[in-house]
């Protein structure tokens, strides 16, 4: 059996996949392009992105995320706020057992990661536009088999927000 060290893996993650705190969304298709449509509402509500990637128990074995992209768009009118403090790339980490009287037994912590240029701003994250933005991972490591990834993006809408996610794509090395 032969080893696979693949540094440019790639798993899209359709917009049915990706959830939404709040609001009214709808499934929808437009010249066979899928997306998940927004009912314009002056409300904020989070993305929910779950990075579907096989992981190890074997240090240095199985994936290592190397970036995240998310499609969306703004049309009608630009976002209030879409705020870089709380777009972030999650490393989730799953205990065997809760702590004595915790009851904890899942944690996330921030995963170090920056934006691509033409999104380092709120403004032009919020613009009326067809956004790709990119989260490079800042160090990355392996994932052990009791992790998982998410991204959260944080989107404060104005009254007449129309806000579309077309899915994400996470690009990671594997290695098996």
Same mark, same amino acid.
Not at 31 to 56: C, E, G, H, K, Q
Not at 74 to 83: K, L, N
């Given at each position: ?27 929808? *298709? ?18 929910? /992105?779950? !990075?579907v /990637?096989? =992981?190890?128990?074997?240090?240095l074995?199985? =994936?290592?995320?190397?970036?995240? #992209? ?11 706020? *879409?705020?870089l403090?709380?777009? /972030? ?22 995963? %170090?990661s =920056?934006?691509?240029?033409?999104h380092?701003?709120?403004? #032009?994250?919020?613009? @009326?536009?067809?956004?790709?933005? %990119?989260?490079? *991972?800042? =160090?990355? #490591? ?10 959260e ?8 927000? @129309? ?5 994400? /794509? !996470?690009?990671?090395?594997?290695? *098996?």
């Amino acid at each position: 059996m032969g080893y696979v060290h693949d540094t440019a893996m790639s798993q899209f993650i359709p917009p049915n996949q990706i959830g939404a705190s709040a609001g009214t969304w709808t499934l929808a *298709v437009a010249s066979n392009v899928w997306s998940n449509n927004r009912t314009a509402a002056d409300a904020s509500f989070t993305l929910y /992105i779950p !990075i579907v /990637i096989p =992981t190890n128990s074997v240090a240095l074995k199985g =994936t290592k995320i190397l970036s995240v #992209e998310l499609m969306y768009s703004i049309a009608t009118a630009a976002a209030d706020d *879409v705020a870089l403090a709380t777009a /972030i790339l999650y490393k989730d980490t799953f205990q065997a057992t809760a702590a004595s009287g915790s009851g904890t037994l899942n944690t996330a912590a921030a995963f %170090v990661s =920056t934006k691509d240029t033409g999104h380092d701003t709120a403004a #032009e994250l919020l613009a @009326v536009d067809e956004h790709r933005v %990119v989260w490079t *991972v800042t =160090t990355a #490591e392996w994932g052990d088999n009791d992790v998982g990834y998410h991204l959260e993006v944080v989107v404060d809408a104005a009254a007449a927000t @129309v806000f579309k996610v077309f899915g994400a /794509i !996470i690009n990671y090395t594997l290695r *098996v």
